[in-house]
C-alpha cells in the first residue's frame, strides 16, 4: 500500500471526472510533491495549474473546483484538510485514520511491506563491477558492488526478474602481460634474474601469487622458456586473482548469478558472428588494413575500430558481441553500472546496439563516481600493503562490511564520495549506519522486556490510541516507506534507502526520548508496541535491500 498512489489516484479520479465539463481532450498529468514544510499539508499538488495552461482561465478558481470534488469523493475519509495555496496549488493534509490504515496494512504485511509489483515481472540485466582480472578490487569497484548489489535487491522487492552478471575480461594482451608479470615475479623468488614487462603489473600482489605459486610448484619453472610456459602462468595469475576478487565481493554480501568469461565468447564464434551481421548490414568499411563500425552515423565521436590490420578483434568487438548476446536474452533493460571513467564509452555501446538493430534505450548505463578515503579529515594517499591502491579488502578488514555498504550507498553515486574510515569506525550516533542499527536493537530490547513483563504485542492492537503528533509523526515516516522503494527502482537510487532511514531514525530517537512504549496504561502500551513494530519491521527491511544488516544487540 503506497500512500503516495493512493493520493495520486483520487486526484486523477477527480481530474478525469471535470474532463468534459472543462473541454480538455487530452489527460492532464498529475504530480504530487511533499512540502518542505509540514504545515503546508501531507501532499501538493500543481493539477489546477496544469489545466489553467489548456484551458485559459486562472488556476485558483479549478483549485476551489478540484478541493470541493476531492471532498465528495473522498468515500474512505482519508483527506483531513484541503487549502488552496499561493496561485493555485491544493495542499492535501490526510486523516490521521488514513496513516493508521497504512500502518494497520504495516503490520500485516511484515517484511513484505514495501513490496510491490511494478517491476511487472520484466527480466532485467544487471553487470556491475566486472573488473578486468588483473589485480585486486580496489575502493572505487566497491562503491560499483554496493551501488549494483542494492540495485539488484531493490528491483526485486519491487517485482522485477533481476540476472546480475560479472563479465570476466580474460582475453588479450592484458592477460598476456600479467602471464609474463607472474612468471618474472616468479622466478625472482627462484632467485633467477627476470625484469617486469615495460607494460606489466608491478603491485605488491603480484609478488604475493608468485610466492603463492612457488610454494606448490617448488623451481620446476625456473628456468623453462617463456614461450612453453607463458600459456600457464597466465592462467594461474587470472584464476587466482579472480578467486580473491570472488572471495573479496562475497565477503562484502555481493553474489552473482553468473561469471561470463570473454573468452567463452571467442571460442563459440559470437565475436565473429557480431562483426559478420554488422558487414551483412552494410554496416563496415575498411581502411588502412583494418575493419571499421560507421558509428559515427549512429551518433559517436567518430568511427570505431572492431577488427584491427593484424586481424586480431578490439576489445570493443567483444564488447559488441557481449551485448549482442544479452540482447538476445529476452532482458527487457540491460543495466550496466561502470566507473565515470568509462563515460567516453557510453556513445560507442549505444551506436552499435543500434547497428545490430536493437532498441538502445533498453540500455541503461549508469557512471558512479569517484571515492576518496579519508582519515583523520586527511585523504589516505596510498596503501602500505599494496604500493599502488588501497584495496576493497583493506577497506573491509579496517571498518567492516556493513559500515563499508552503508557509506558507499550514502550520497548518490552521481557526485563524487568522500568515504570517512574514521567516522565508519566510530560506535555512536554520528557514525550514521551505527545510529540506524542502534534503532533496531533498541526495539529488539524494548520487545523483550516487554515479553519479561507479559505485555507482549496482541494480534489486533488498538492503533486508534496512536494520536499525540510524535505518533503520526512516526506513522507518516512509516507510510513513505513503500513510495521511497518505488522511486528508488524506478530512479535507479539506491541512496533514497539509507536517507530515509536516518529520517525515521531520528524521528523514533527523538519518540524514544519523550515517551515510554511500556509502563503505560494497556491500550497505550499496545499501541506503541504495534508502531514499535512497524519502524523495527521497516529499518530491517531497509537495511537488508541495502545489503546490512540489522542487529538484535548491541
Avoid at 37 to 55: K, L, P, Y
Avoid at 113 to 131: C, N, P, Q, W
Avoid at 264 to 284: F, N, Q, S, T, Y
Wanted: aromatic fraction near 8%; charge should be negative.
Amino acid at each position: 500500500m503506497n500512500i503516495r498512489e493512493i493520493v495520486e489516484s483520487m486526484v486523477s479520479s477527480v481530474v478525469r471526472g471535470k474532463q468534459e465539463e472543462w473541454g480538455l481532450d487530452k489527460p492532464v498529468p498529475v504530480s504530487l510533491e511533499i512540502p518542505r514544510q509540514e504545515s503546508h499539508g501531507d501532499f501538493s499538488t500543481n493539477a489546477a495549474m496544469q489545466i489553467a495552461r489548456h484551458v485559459g482561465r486562472k488556476p485558483r478558481p479549478i483549485a476551489e473546483e478540484l478541493v470541493a470534488a476531492l471532498w465528495a469523493g473522498d468515500r474512505s475519509r482519508r483527506i483531513g484538510s484541503l487549502e488552496v495555496a499561493g496561485p493555485g496549488f491544493v495542499n492535501i493534509t490526510l486523516s490521521d485514520d488514513a496513516w493508521r490504515e497504512i500502518l494497520a496494512h504495516a503490520l500485516a504485511e511484515g517484511s513484505r511491506f514495501g513490496s510491490s509489483t511494478i517491476g511487472g515481472g520484466r527480466k532485467v540485466h544487471l553487470e556491475f563491477v566486472s573488473a578486468n582480472p588483473t589485480g585486486p578490487l580496489h575502493v572505487g569497484h566497491g562503491r560499483g558492488a554496493a551501488v549494483g548489489d542494492a540495485l539488484g535487491r531493490i528491483l526485486e522487492f519491487t517485482g522485477h526478474e533481476v540476472v546480475r552478471e560479472y563479465y570476466v575480461n580474460d582475453v588479450g594482451n592484458q592477460m598476456d602481460n600479467l602471464g609474463r608479470s607472474l612468471l618474472a615475479r616468479y622466478r625472482t623468488e627462484c632467485g633467477k634474474p627476470a625484469d617486469l614487462p615495460e607494460d606489466g603489473y608491478r603491485g605488491e600482489y603480484m609478488v604475493e601469487l608468485a610466492r603463492e605459486l612457488r610454494m606448490e610448484e617448488g623451481d620446476r619453472y625456473a628456468d623453462a622458456p617463456e614461450e612453453e610456459v607463458l600459456p600457464l602462468f597466465r592462467k594461474e595469475a587470472g584464476d587466482r586473482i579472480l578467486r580473491g576478487i570472488r572471495e573479496d565481493l562475497e565477503t562484502f554480501r555481493v553474489k552473482y548469478d553468473r561469471w561470463f568469461p570473454e573468452e567463452e565468447l571467442h571460442v563459440r564464434g559470437e565475436v565473429g558472428d557480431a562483426v559478420e551481421e554488422l558487414r551483412r548490414k552494410g554496416l563496415l568499411y575498411e581502411s588502412e588494413g583494418a575493419t571499421f563500425l560507421r558509428s559515427q552515423s549512429m551518433g559517436d565521436e567518430k568511427d570505431r575500430v572492431l577488427v584491427r590490420a593484424d586481424g586480431r578483434t578490439t576489445y570493443f568487438a567483444a564488447d559488441v558481441a557481449y551485448h549482442r548476446h544479452k540482447m538476445r536474452g529476452g532482458y527487457s533493460r540491460l543495466i550496466d553500472i561502470w566507473g565515470a571513467d568509462h563515460h567516453g564509452y557510453v556513445a560507442r555501446l549505444r551506436a552499435a546496439l543500434k547497428a545490430l538493430g536493437g532498441d538502445d534505450s533498453a540500455l541503461e548505463i549508469l557512471l558512479v563516481q569517484f571515492v576518496t578515503l579519508v582519515r583523520e579529515g586527511n585523504p589516505v594517499q596510498m596503501s602500505t600493503r599494496s604500493g599502488e591502491f588501497t584495496t576493497l579488502r583493506e577497506v573491509l578488514e579496517e571498518v567492516g562490511t556493513d559500515a563499508a555498504r552503508f557509506f558507499y550507498l550514502l550520497r548518490s553515486y552521481h557526485t563524487h564520495l568522500d568515504f570517512d574510515l574514521t567516522l565508519a569506525k566510530t560506535q555512536a550516533r554520528t557514525n550514521p549506519v551505527y545510529y540506524i542499527q542502534y534503532v533496531h536493537a533498541r526495539i529488539c530490547s524494548i520487545f523483550r522486556e516487554a515479553e519479561a513483563r507479559g505485555e507482549t504485542l496482541s494480534e489486533h492492537p488498538p492503533i486508534s490510541m496512536l494520536r499525540l503528533p510524535e505518533e503520526v509523526r512516526l506513522m507518516k515516516a512509516v507510510a513513505r516507506f513503500p513510495d521511497v522503494v518505488s522511486e528508488a527502482a524506478k530512479n535507479r537510487e539506491p541512496h533514497r534507502i539509507p536517507f530515509y532511514l536516518l529520517e525515521l531514525a531520528d524521528l523514533f530517537h527523538a519518540f524514544y526520548h519523550q515517551h515510554r512504549f511500556l509502563g503505560e496504561t494497556p491500550e497505550r502500551t499496545q499501541a506503541r508496541l504495534a508502531l514499535a513494530r512497524t519502524v523495527k519491521t521497516v529499518v530491517g527491511t531497509g537495511l537488508s535491500l541495502i545489503g546490512v544488516t540489522a542487529p538484535e544487540r548491541m
